[in-house]
């Protein structure tokens, strides 16, 4: 009865600049599954997982069973979380770095000028001390194919897709993070 009608939806609450990231790093949209129990080295840039993601239930069981040293030989994984407000993740962190929510992407960008041979041009001034941002460096570094970068919903789609970069260059992905493919995404 109605050939040119079009239905549109709006969701106050989205995902998009996760979306946007992804089809930024890999030219379609994928949702990035998480793999915590694997991981030794975390690093939070502005994400909440242990509270207020979808999977935060998993996320966070998985995430403490790498904090407990249950014998000798078995080592606590390590957590960097970079933030502009206190949240439940930040408070379980190792480290903790508080930053203008704007200035995140400036540590991805410093990151990725440490950690990859293809580096970023999105590098500004930080308030981040040099040496934290070596110490997480080189525990990434180290830790190739059993560490992990996750980025907040809030930050922009650069953001994102420098953290599926670093990911992918650090040996991560199939290992701490999978990709599946996004078909309500467009």
């Known amino acids: 009865a ?4 079009k239905w549109y939806e709006y969701e106050p609450l989205n995902n998009d600049n996760e979306v946007a990231g992804s089809i930024l790093a890999f030219g379609s949209p994928y949702r990035a599954q998480y793999h915590f129990d694997r991981a030794k080295i975390v690093v939070s840039l502005d994400s909440d997982f242990l509270h ?3 999977a935060a239930v998993k996320y966070t069981r998985d995430f403490a069973s790498g904090r407990r040293a249950d014998d000798a030989d078995k080592t606590m994984n390590r957590l960097y979380v970079v933030e502009s407000g ?33 580096a970023s041009n999105w590098v500004g001034s930080i308030d981040v001390s040099e040496q934290m941002l070596q110490q997480m460096a080189d525990d990434l570094g180290s830790h190739r194919g059993e560490c992990l970068i996750i980025v907040g919903p809030r930050q922009p789609a650069q953001v994102h897709a420098i953290a ?9 992905v199939g290992r ?8 309500d995404a467009k």
């Open 52 to 54: 207020a993601h979808p």
């Open 2 to 5: 109605m050939p040119n009608a």
């Open 86 to 118: 206190y949240s439940l993740t930040g408070a379980n962190a190792d480290h903790r770095v508080a930053v203008r929510c704007g200035d995140i992407g400036a540590v991805a960008g410093h990151l990725a000028k440490m950690l990859s041979s293809a």
């Open 176 to 183: 701490t993070v999978s990709y599946t493919a996004r078909p």
């Open 164 to 172: 599926h970069l670093l990911n992918e260059e650090l040996g991560n």
